[in-house]
């Protein structure tokens, strides 16, 4: 089983370090900055083998070179410009990252990028900025189709998949959510909830899908609740999933 440790990084990023029942090896996902990194990696006693990458942002790879260092092996998105990558992932893909055999898959999730990829396996979902607890990401490159059709298919995964993502964003998400569905009682219970964990300074994730299912507007655009308050926002009917969609993607865009 992988043991995942939160590296913070930068204002409000998560790294996120996988390795495998106390081992040596580490593998890194999405480093914006060295130094954290780093520090992790000694502080376990572990030696990088192999760094991970959802999407090309800054945030996301801005770590990458200086720990790579030549030597380390830097998977992902093919159709993205990665700095120092030494293999391109497609969608569909398996592979056991360097240094360890877990297993993972490569989904596309575009729609936050144009070529924005997600990792599965061992029962965690490694999102980057495509999904988030509580929200999405802002359609940067993508369009509302491609964001929906990306959020489908993840809406398709088991409930109880732990969602590893980029961003401490949990408690703006969730109150934008509350405006979104102000009756829904479990997202009333998260939110308190995310509330005092954030309150004392924890880390909301990882949340698992079954309660974004629950409480994550952006998983529920053909949820009559969500229908009625995107409907009630725009002042107009809404014809389908996609306009739903669009409409409380640029509802949160200005909340």
């Known amino acids: 089983m992988l043991e995942i440790t939160p590296i913070p990084l930068l204002r409000d990023n998560y790294a996120w370090l996988l390795r495998e029942s106390e081992g040596t090896s580490a593998v890194v996902v999405d480093p914006g900055e060295a130094a954290p990194v780093r520090r992790a990696l000694e502080a376990m006693g572990a030696t990088l083998t192999g760094i991970l990458i959802t999407h090309h942002h800054p945030d996301h790879v801005g770590g990458v070179a200086e720990l790579a260092g030549g030597d380390v092996p830097v998977l992902g998105p093919a159709d993205e410009t990665i700095p120092a990558r030494t293999r391109g992932l497609q969608a569909g893909e398996r592979f056991a990252a360097p240094g360890l055999t877990t297993e993972l898959e490569v989904l596309a999730v575009p729609g936050h990028t144009a070529g924005h990829i997600a990792f599965l396996g061992d029962g965690v979902l490694f999102s980057g900025d495509s999904l988030f607890a509580g929200g999405c990401g802002r359609l940067f490159e993508g369009t509302p189709a491609q964001m929906l059709a990306s959020l489908a298919a993840l809406r398709e995964l088991p409930e109880d998949t732990r969602l590893y993502c980029g961003h401490e964003y949990t408690l703006a998400n969730l109150e934008f959510a509350r405006a979104v569905e102000p009756d829904n009682q479990a997202l009333a219970e998260r939110l308190e ?63």
């Open 193 to 255: 909830r995310v509330r005092e964990q954030r309150g004392r300074g924890g880390i909301t994730l990882p949340s698992r899908l079954g309660e974004e299912f629950a409480t994550n507007p952006f998983l529920r655009w053909d949820r009559q609740s969500v229908i009625e308050s995107a409907e009630a926002h725009t002042g107009r009917r809404l014809a389908s999933a996609e306009e739903v969609f669009a409409a409380i993607r640029a509802w949160k865009d200005r909340f």
